[in-house]
T-cell receptor, first 116, second 114 residues
């Protein structure tokens, strides 16, 4: 069964460092998303991506964050100058149809980021 | 604007007992509603979804949910809990607009007692 894969599963970094989280969405999917979950809190939307551009982003997704689809398979989230409060589980998701029309989001297993 | 409230951050049931996880939503337009499950150290898996068709929705693993517009609710049920149902469950809502996000509830941790 096709699945969304994320790397790394866990990354520890020093405050101020740059981090890149990688995702390989399901191959025929067109929409890509990043969500995050701070320990003990809600799953929060960060950004959605379609046709090589951001289609929606939340207030959390400020200039510190960027996304990219550098090739035909990967979808990356870059966090510049990490802060302690960026420590969270980051989930990548993809869908073949717009989820608002009932298309299912398929989530990866997450990348846990710990900022020291 | 849309939001989801899940009543009860922790629910415990005995094996074989009814599972009821509560979700209430707020949406200014007809909502699309979802239940996701997260097992330890795994991603989010879709259990079921409501997209304006039948109000009683059946999902995987014997779960179902009923959309009640008058109560703005989408509670998740399963007649008989199994030990393998122990997980965290998230209710989510979308307004159906092209490219819009899912808004998640805070989650309910389900414990199944032997």
């Amino acid at each position: 069964e096709p699945e969304v894969t994320q790397t790394p599963s866990h990354q520890v970094t020093q405050m101020g460092q740059e981090v890149i989280l990688r995702c390989v969405p399901i191959s025929n999917h067109l929409y890509f998303y990043w969500y995050r979950q701070i320990l003990g809190q809600k799953v929060e939307f960060l950004v959605s991506f379609y046709n090589n551009e951001i289609s929606e982003k939340s207030e959390i997704f400020d200039d510190q964050f960027s996304v990219e689809r550098p090739d035909g398979s990967n979808f990356t989230l870059k966090i510049r100058s990490t802060k302690l409060e960026d420590s969270a589980m980051y989930f990548c998701a993809s869908s073949e149809a717009n989820q608002g029309r009932g298309g299912e989001l398929f989530f990866g297993e997450g990348s846990r980021l710990t900022v020291l | 604007a849309q939001s989801v409230t899940q009543l009860g951050s922790h629910v415990s049931v005995s094996e074989g007992a009814l599972v009821l996880l509560r979700c209430n939503y707020s949406s200014s337009v007809p909502p699309y509603l979802f239940w996701y499950v997260q097992y330890p150290n795994q991603g989010l898996q879709l259990l079921l979804k409501y997209t304006s068709a039948a109000t009683l929705v059946k999902g995987i693993n014997g779960f179902e949910a009923e959309f009640k517009k008058s109560e703005t609710s989408f509670h998740l049920t399963k007649p008989s809990a199994h030990m393998s149902d122990a997980a965290e469950y998230f209710c989510a809502v979308s307004d159906g607009t092209l490219g819009r996000q899912l808004t998640f509830g805070s989650g309910t941790q389900l414990t199944v007692l032997p």
